[in-house]
């Protein structure tokens, strides 16, 4: 299963490479699988380097206050790193 946290595009190369922010943390991604237009200021979803979706700033912001809700939850003891588990781990 793989949980993608909204990107946003600071940059974009004439290679259609873009520089993304991922909180805080800035990566280069192709854009090649992505169909439609892909502008600076746009949110991605990324799987392995490839941005795969065109998400709104909406989307994109609802996600990441989801995402810091869940951190502030497991920083605050309120959810521990275990649960939620289906134990897929082995």
């Known amino acids: ?12 190369d004439e290679n259609n490479y873009a520089t993304v922010d991922t909180l805080g943390v800035r990566r280069q991604v192709t854009l090649d699988l992505i ?3 892909v502008n600076v ?5 990324i799987h392995v380097g490839f941005a ?3 998400i709104s700033a909406e989307e ?14 497991m920083r605050s003891g309120e959810i521990d ?3 939620g588990d289906m134990n897929y781990a082995t």
Do not use: F, H, T
């Open 1 to 12: 299963m793989c949980l993608s946290i909204p990107s946003k595009v600071v940059e974009i």
């Open 41 to 45: 200021g746009d949110y991605v979803l």
């Open 52 to 54: 795969m979706n065109k």
């Open 60 to 73: 994109a912001a609802e996600s990441l206050r989801i995402y810091d809700e869940i951190a502030q939850q």
């Open 35 to 37: 169909p439609e237009e």
């Open 81 to 83: 790193d275990a649960e």
